[in-house]
């Protein structure tokens, strides 16, 4: 390879100016602000009176009212989130939807809305096609909004070891690593970082380790 991978990642940081605020910050900021509840004079207070954090919490504070709730389910995925509004509910019907599901978490905002939160071990329909895998400028492997050229990481997998990968891979493996890998759904996400995981930092320490 006439100008190895380990130079071109060096070449990135030369160029580096500034550091970058990621993606993932951006949306860390944004659900910060967005679970800030907003209290205004004489807003109504739900039974507790107080926020109530954690399902198991929630349903003590509700179990005994009879005051309808907004319920509301906050989707996060690996890449994307999505709010939908599930309606407005009895303090049965809430505490019967919450039982069925103890994977979700839920609160109680100051205006007795109970917000729900799944995590799921997907791409949001917003990201299929629209993220990449690829290194960024210090040899992690990474999820980039966009190809990585534009710096946007949503978030950090592991550590490549470059001289391993240009030893052990043909260049045009390497080369799609470096321009990024277009990911359009799940199954290409686990694919692409199995078949690179295996030349992450600790891995391959641990595979040219000689033996005792």
Not at 11 to 17: E, I, S
Not at 111 to 116: E, M, N, S, T
Request: charged content about 30%; some cysteine; overall charge neutral.
């Amino acid at each position: 390879m006439q100008f190895s991978l380990w130079k071109q990642i060096k070449k990135r940081l030369r160029r580096a100016k500034r550091p970058i605020l990621s993606l993932g910050c951006w949306a860390a900021l944004a659900a910060a602000i967005w679970n800030v509840p907003a209290v205004a004079d004489g807003a109504p207070q739900h039974p507790a009176g107080r926020d109530a954090s954690g399902t198991a919490a929630v349903i003590e504070s509700i179990a005994d009212s009879n005051v309808p709730h907004e319920v509301y389910v906050r989707r996060i995925y690996i890449c994307g989130e999505e709010t939908e509004r599930l309606g407005t509910m009895t303090s049965r019907k809430v505490i019967g939807l919450l039982r069925s599901h103890s994977e979700w978490s839920a609160e109680i905002d100051q205006d007795g809305a109970v917000r729900i939160v799944e995590r799921i071990e997907d791409l949001a329909d917003t990201c299929r096609g629209q993220v990449y895998i690829g290194l960024d400028k210090q040899g992690n492997v990474a999820l980039f909004a966009g190809p990585p050229k534009r710096e946007k990481v949503i978030r950090t997998f592991f550590q490549i070891d470059i001289q391993y990968m240009e030893s052990s891979l043909p260049k045009d493996r390497v080369d799609r690593l470096i321009e990024g890998i277009r990911i359009n759904d799940i199954d290409e996400y686990n694919s692409v970082l199995s078949t690179y995981s295996d030349y992450a930092l600790e891995h391959s320490e641990k595979v040219m380790k000689p033996a005792d």
